[in-house]
């Protein structure tokens, strides 16, 4: 069993929910993957119904163990900082690539200090990132 698994388990008993197959595909699906939209989440959990995929992400996303990642009006789904660690996505517009991107220490600071000046305490953010990656911005 993975580490990242029993953590889940764990998580589940400490929000008094067990651990079930689906529960464990789509966190399995979601680990180690680019943000997957809902329709891709669903087609890596073969074996499991589409109403369970759907249900298992809706108790997920309640408990915190799946967060939203919004693409313009439309999202994608990824694991929770808990699971996978506070991080940020640059986003390709053409090809829809997603890098995601290690936290800047320098960066958080700001944001919790222009937070802080309008007597904000925050607590959580998602900041994304928009252009071309590499492989689709134009050559000089
Ligand atoms: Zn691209
Ligand atoms: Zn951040």
């Not at 998580?11 to 329709?39: C, K």
């Not at 789904?77 to 986003?91: K, V």
């Amino acid at each position: 069993m993975s580490h990242d698994l029993s953590q889940l388990i764990t998580y589940l008993q400490e929000h008094g929910q067990n651990i079930t197959a689906p529960r464990r595909a789509v966190f399995t699906a979601l680990q180690n993957s680019d943000p997957l939209t809902m329709a891709e989440l669903e087609k890596r959990c073969p074996g499991v119904d589409r109403s369970s995929v759907y249900r298992t992400v809706m108790l997920f996303e309640r408990l915190g163990v799946v967060q939203r990642l919004s693409i313009g009006w439309k999202y994608k789904l990824e694991l929770s900082d808990i699971f996978q660690g506070h991080h940020h996505h640059l986003t390709c517009q053409a090809c829809g690539k997603h890098i995601e991107i290690t936290e800047d220490v320098s960066l958080e600071a700001q944001l919790q200090a222009l937070a802080a000046a309008h007597d904000f305490t925050l607590k959580s953010h998602q900041l994304e990132l928009f252009g071309l990656c590499s492989d689709c911005s134009p050559r000089a």
